[in-house]
């Protein structure tokens, strides 16, 4: 039974379909196309103009990238897709022996992952034929008792690790453009590329489709409308499509309010407009040629003048972070230590533990942004270190960053968090030419500003004075032109932060 017969039948799909049936027309004609199924004359029309293709398609999808604005009915479509698959797809050749096949939905947060199977667990309780198919559940699967065996639909986070060794048979990844995960720099390729060798093992019948609003110009999904979207005679299918093409129900008027209060943001999100604004910030081929490999932290050592930067936290959702850096001889700044608390903590303990450490790089006055005020500065005072604002915003201290990262003046180290919140930073243009560096939605920086500030701040210390010997015995002559032995000349070493901050070290 195909897809659209299920939904045909209120015993099985169909009562998944609520609200207005005329709404759902355009869902019906994106699934027929993509499991090859016959189209009449207004699916045709609407798959020419949601696939920039004239040709209908030939048969069923292995692969294919839905684009889709907001409030299009994304997630709910990708779990009754997956409710289909899981219940009504025949998986048992392939599977080793006592192996069972898993559909999977990757969803790009926890919490949304608990929403999608709420749905999915909604459309089989909602079928009186497929509820009774559910053998188990649990807080993030369903197995369900098929004809041919036990089959499990599972729910995830994004999370490419966990994702590998599973029999996966079919896989949905929603909203792929905003999966952010802190040890990868890139997660939508990650993911994907974990899921690909799973779907092998079932040959052509293995199905992968990647759903996502768009949003910047990178990624899994923007590749794929890049090499899919209008061509006649590829393998997969790349479907876009506004809000109002696929849900028709949905506030007009919201759009336009978001339209007019901020039109590129409005754009990606309902009209399907990839963003011109938004730009990665650091190439990740930079950043990793910077990372001093298998350094993970260099301890303190004598005649060397360090620096400290904090990017302060109350313990709430951003996590605690700490950097310190030092400039070499030959002009490289060094990080050599970069601490992170994650959630929840004690501010108090935290701020003890991280000025311990500047203490055994022997700091004693470190800078840090504006955050909350004045308590950094007095939870440092008590541990015996001055706090300073450095006078500026993060994005600034990015756009100084960049350039040392670029020309391979920085020795990072090998933390791979950071890594991935500094190849995450996005250049965005403000109306007026003004742009600003940040993270992405739904994920952090912390370590990545700690890191940044610490380098940053190195930049600005005076360059070490080199001392040679021809040098001593030029200052130690006498007028005679004879060098005393007992005569040595007063020599400073100096290093401080640049008068920019406010204040030497």
Not at 121 to 143: F, K, Q, W
Not at 151 to 178: K, T
Not at 241 to 258: C, G, H, Q, R, Y
Not at 387 to 411: C, M, N, Q, T
Request: proline fraction near 5%; glycine fraction near 8%; charged fraction near 20%.
């Amino acid at each position: 039974m195909n897809i659209l017969q299920a939904l045909r039948d209120r015993n099985l799909l169909g009562s998944a379909l609520i609200g207005n049936p005329a709404s759902w027309q355009a869902w019906r004609s994106f699934l027929a196309a993509f499991f090859g199924l016959p189209m009449d004359g207004p699916a045709t029309e609407l798959y020419a103009q949601c696939t920039n293709r004239q040709e209908s398609p030939q048969g069923a999808f292995r692969r294919g990238y839905l684009i889709a604005g907001r409030g299009a009915g994304k997630s709910y479509v990708c779990s009754l897709i997956v409710t289909y698959l899981a219940c009504f797809v025949d998986w048992s050749r392939g599977l080793a022996l006592g192996g069972r096949p898993v559909v999977l939905l990757v969803a790009p947060t926890t919490e949304q992952a608990k929403i999608d199977l709420g749905y999915i667990r909604g459309i089989l309780d909602g079928s009186p034929i497929l509820r009774h198919m559910v053998a188990n559940t649990t807080a993030s699967s369903v197995e369900l008792r098929t004809r041919t065996g036990i089959v499990e639909i599972q729910v995830v986070s994004a999370n490419y690790r966990s994702i590998r060794g599973r029999a996966i048979c079919a896989a949905v990844v929603d909203e792929s453009a905003f999966l952010r995960q802190e040890e990868s720099s890139q997660p939508d390729v990650e993911i994907v590329n974990a899921i690909t060798p799973a779907l092998g093992r079932f040959g052509k019948r293995g199905v992968l489709l990647v759903v996502s609003t768009p949003y910047s110009r990178r990624g899994v999904l923007y590749q794929a409308y890049r090499k899919y979207f209008g061509s006649e005679d590829a393998d997969s299918i790349c479907w876009l499509a506004p809000t109002l093409v696929m849900n028709p129900s949905f506030d007009k008027d919201v759009i336009d309010e978001a339209l007019a209060e901020d039109p590129a943001r409005a754009a990606a999100e309902y009209l399907c407009e990839w963003r011109s604004d938004i730009e990665s910030f650091i190439a990740l081929e930079a950043i990793e040629g910077c990372v001093v490999r298998g350094v993970r932290e260099i301890p303190p050592a004598a005649g060397i003048q360090y620096h400290g930067f904090v990017d302060a936290s109350g313990g709430g959702q951003d996590s605690f972070t700490m950097g310190v850096s030092h400039r070499r001889m030959d002009g490289v700044i060094v990080l050599d230590c970069v601490r992170e608390v994650r959630p929840k903590f004690s501010p108090d303990s935290v701020t003890a533990e991280f000025a311990g450490v500047f203490k055994a790089y022997r700091i004693t006055k470190i800078f840090g942004d504006d955050y909350a005020g004045e308590w950094p500065k007095e939870r440092f005072a008590k541990n015996g270190i001055l706090y300073e604002s450095i006078g500026k915003p993060r994005s600034d201290l990015y756009k100084e960053f960049a350039p040392l990262l670029h020309s391979a003046r920085v020795e990072l180290l090998d933390n791979q968090r950071m890594v991935a919140q500094i190849h995450g930073l996005e250049r965005r243009v403000h109306p007026g030419g003004r742009d600003a560096i940040n993270h992405a939605p739904n994920s952090h920086d912390d370590v990545a500003n700690a890191a940044a500030g610490a380098v940053v701040l190195a930049t600005f210390a005076k360059q070490p004075m080199v001392i040679s010997d021809a040098m001593l015995r030029r200052a130690s002559l006498p007028a005679g032109g004879y060098l005393s032995s007992n005569v040595r000349p007063p020599v400073t070493f100096v290093g401080s932060i640049s008068d920019r901050f406010g204040a030497r070290q």
